[in-house]
């Protein structure tokens, strides 16, 4: 029966392929590829709503279905500030957070868009409690409008975890996790019913600087004095038509008289004028947008690469039809696209973009030794971190030339954890008996479901010291810190970008176009210079893909 039901589901499958995948393929190929013409005098639109990867995906598969990723929209905007045909930016705001580090990012991008003479109008349908980044992201904007009858909620930062160790007890269940240190606390999500007291203070630590840090912007952005903010913004929720009269917003209005004012501002004539062909045939949305030419100003190029997701050995394959599209920060497929770049005569530095919050601590390593591999052919290194670079993605950035991570940014968490759930007791409550035949040592049974045994205990705490040493040792000689100093602010704590700076964990705060400047920087460049950007793309032609789903 098992061999009949395979062979109808092969056979299924390859009638899938036949008769829809392959005549799609040949569909495809016959599409001619334009690109987006450049524009002329146009507002540039941008939903905040949307749910962007931070970077291009790094396979052919999910590269043919992905939209844009977050670095474009970012390498658009900055594009987009010093292009003259470019009037200005219309941006729907998001109802929820979109994440600190995010709005930093986007903040940072309208401050320079306006620094060049591009006026930015937003239009928001309320802001919902989850924190203060949907707002932070677009309160440098020229207006801020809001449609009536919404509400702004954003009184203050929570972070809220689910301890599943009352869970595990019930179910007969231990967590045989070890870790290094008391900071490292993803392990307590399965052995506390609460925070540790280490746990608490360091959660605590990133929600005040989080809030205070966004708290700061807004308050320079919007003109008001941070303190009566801080407590205008802790009393919320409000009624949008009350927003204006605090200083929170400028104008009530509908998303469509926002983008008619938008369009109105650029063309230099009265919204009413306009009919919605002339306002459609003006604006453009970042994903099409294409700058006007304009030649490096420089014959030097900087690549940009990075990796997204969990930390993996491997090359990323292997997962299903459920995982497409799941950014996987595989380390074969980032150490050959790092030593790739070392044998290119033509690149001078590389952007390394790192948004991940650790994994496997041997591909961690991989990845480290290709980052050096470059750094030895002569190629300049710098890290942009993206949300968080935390654990194995601080080990992977820890010996660059320099790194840079968002204010928000959660990095450091320099530690290690391992070890299983012994679920064995568990099983014996449902009938299910776990017995173990053991030929070698005693460690041979350590990943059975049974509990570890105090001999099998010290083996798996020996080798986790052993990675601790090697990254905090890995992490003092990257930085130039000495390590009895590396040894106090490790541990296993997470910080914010801001507090790791202080620390010298990084070297400067900054967006994903400060880490550009940087590379510029140690090539010896003006921020001024234009230089030719390299981002490393799959091949998404429909043959690779099909290839790739086979």
Do not use: C
């Not at 009530?252 to 062909?277: H, I, K, N, Q």
């Not at 995982?323 to 920060?329: C, D």
């Not at 202080?502 to 400047?517: K, R, S």
């Amino acid at each position: 029966m098992k061999t009949f039901i395979l062979s109808f589901l092969g056979g299924l499958a390859a009638l899938v392929f036949f008769f829809l995948l392959v005549p799609l393929a040949i569909v495809m190929t016959l599409i001619p590829d334009n690109e987006p013409e450049p524009v002329r005098d146009a507002v540039i639109t941008l939903d905040l709503r949307e749910t962007w990867p931070d970077q291009p995906p790094g396979d052919e598969v999910s590269a043919f279905f992905a939209d844009t990723a977050f670095i474009d929209v970012l390498l658009n905007l900055n594009a987009a500030s010093r292009d003259e045909n470019v009037k200005g930016v219309f941006i729907r705001a998001a109802e929820f957070n979109i994440g600190s580090t995010r709005a930093e990012e986007l903040r940072a991008a309208i401050l320079r868009l306006q620094e060049n003479g591009k006026f930015v109008i937003a239009h928001s349908q309320g802001f919902l409690s989850s924190g203060p980044g949907a707002y932070r992201a677009i309160a440098p904007a020229d207006e801020i409008w809001i449609q009536p009858g919404s509400e702004f909620e954003i009184p203050g930062v929570t972070f809220e975890t689910l301890f599943l160790g009352g869970a595990f007890e019930k179910l007969n269940v231990t967590a045989e996790i070890e870790q290094f240190l008391e900071y490292k606390n993803a392990p307590d999500v399965y052995k506390q019913t609460e925070y540790t007291e280490p746990h608490a203070e360091a959660m605590t630590a990133i929600a005040e600087t989080v809030w205070s840090r966004a708290i700061a912007d807004i308050a320079a952005d919007r003109e008001l004095d941070p303190r009566t903010l801080r407590g205008v913004l802790e009393e919320s929720p409000y009624r949008a038509d009350d927003t204006i009269a605090l200083g929170l917003t400028d104008k009530l209005g509908w998303p469509e008289e926002a983008m008619f004012a938008a369009v109105a501002r650029a063309m230099e004539t009265d919204a009413a004028s306009l009919a919605y062909d002339d306002v459609y045939g003006s604006i453009v949305d970042i994903s099409a947008y294409r700058a006007s030419g304009r030649p490096p100003s420089t014959d030097q190029t900087i690549a940009i690469v990075g990796g997204e997701g969990a930390i993996v050995t491997g090359s990323g394959g292997g997962g299903d039809v459920f995982s497409l599209g799941t950014p996987v920060f595989a380390s074969d497929t980032i150490a050959y696209n790092l030593r790739i770049l070392a044998e290119d005569e033509d690149v001078d530095a590389v952007v390394f973009r790192v948004d991940s919050g650790g994994g496997s601590a041997i591909a961690s390593d991989q990845i480290w030794r290709a980052v050096k591999h470059l750094q030895e052919s002569g190629k300049k290194v710098v890290v942009s971190m993206g949300s968080m670079a935390a654990s194995g993605g601080y080990y992977v950035a820890a010996g660059a030339d320099a790194i840079v991570a968002n204010p928000s940014t959660l990095t450091g968490s320099i530690g290690v954890y391992g070890g299983k759930f012994a679920i064995a007791d568990g099983l014996r409550m449902i009938g299910v008996n776990p017995d173990e035949v053991v030929v070698g040592g005693s460690y041979a049974s350590a990943y059975s479901t049974e509990e570890l045994t105090p001999e099998q205990r010290q083996k798996l705490v020996a080798g986790l010291e052993a990675t601790y040493e090697r990254f905090t040792n890995l992490v003092a000689e990257g930085r130039d810190i000495p390590l009895e100093r590396v040894e106090q602010i490790a541990r296993g704590r997470v910080w914010t970008g801001e507090d790791a700076l202080e620390l010298g964990l990084v070297d400067e705060t900054g967006d994903l176009i400060a880490a550009i400047n940087k590379a510029k920087e140690l090539l010896g460049l003006q921020e001024d210079d234009l230089v030719s950007l390299r981002i490393n793309r799959p091949d998404a032609s429909p043959i690779r893909v099909l290839r790739g789903l086979m």
